[in-house]
């Protein structure tokens, strides 16, 4: 199960998105089939089946945006979250053997091509969620345990 949150930007960027396929891609796209359909035996015309099934992707991608849109909950930045990790953070980790780590803290639709984002249902998010710099953390996965060390703490107002 996904916790269904999201910072503004992350809602900013599926709302450009969204617009982006719907107001660009897709009107494209139909003319691109308009035009290999036009052109008569779809059963062997590669432009007319490609573009076909790039619509399909299109649309799909189209109905999981505006589902999700609708049911995620935006998570303002509000003063009081300073010096403890909380959603929307960016976190500087160190574990044991000096390994160190930055990423933020944020929702399942945001951490897509995007390295240095963790999702909020990660077993690393979970383990840190209200600690302070300097507490440590033991996140638990199937590869085993490892200690971490917070660092810093930041958060983008």
């Given at each position: 199960?996904?916790?269904?949150?999201?910072?503004?930007?992350?809602?900013?960027?599926?709302?450009?998105?969204?617009?982006?396929?719907?107001?660009?891609?897709?009107?494209?796209?139909?003319?691109?089939?308009?035009?290999?359909?036009?052109?008569?035996?779809r059963s062997e015309n590669a432009d007319y089946?490609?573009?076909?099934?790039?619509?399909?992707?299109?649309?799909?991608?189209?109905?999981?945006?505006?589902?999700?849109?609708?049911?995620?909950?935006?998570?303002?930045?509000?003063?009081?979250?300073?010096?403890?990790?909380?959603?929307?953070?960016?976190?500087?980790?160190?574990?044991?053997?000096?390994?160190?780590?930055?990423?933020?803290?944020?929702?399942?639709?945001?951490?897509?091509?995007?390295?240095?984002?963790?999702?909020?249902?990660?077993?690393?998010?979970?383990?840190?969620l209200k600690k302070e710099v300097d507490d440590?953390?033991?996140?638990?996965?199937?590869?085993?345990?490892?200690?971490?060390?917070?660092?810093?703490?930041?958060?983008?107002?």
């Amino acid at each position: 199960m996904r916790t269904p949150l999201i910072t503004p930007q992350g809602l900013k960027d599926l709302k450009a998105e969204l617009d982006e396929l719907w107001r660009v891609e897709r009107p494209e796209v139909t003319k691109k089939v308009s035009w290999a359909a036009s052109l008569g035996d779809r059963s062997e015309n590669a432009d007319y089946q490609y573009n076909k099934k790039r619509l399909r992707e299109i649309d799909r991608r189209v109905r999981y945006l505006r589902k999700c849109i609708e049911n995620l909950k935006v998570v303002e930045y509000h003063p009081d979250q300073e010096g403890k990790v909380f959603f929307g953070a960016w976190v500087e980790v160190e574990n044991d053997q000096g390994e160190e780590l930055t990423f933020r803290i944020v929702g399942y639709d945001e951490i897509f091509n995007r390295k240095n984002y963790i999702s909020i249902d990660s077993p690393m998010a979970r383990a840190l969620l209200k600690k302070e710099v300097d507490d440590e953390a033991v996140v638990r996965t199937e590869a085993g345990k490892t200690t971490w060390y917070i660092s810093a703490i930041r958060y983008e107002p």
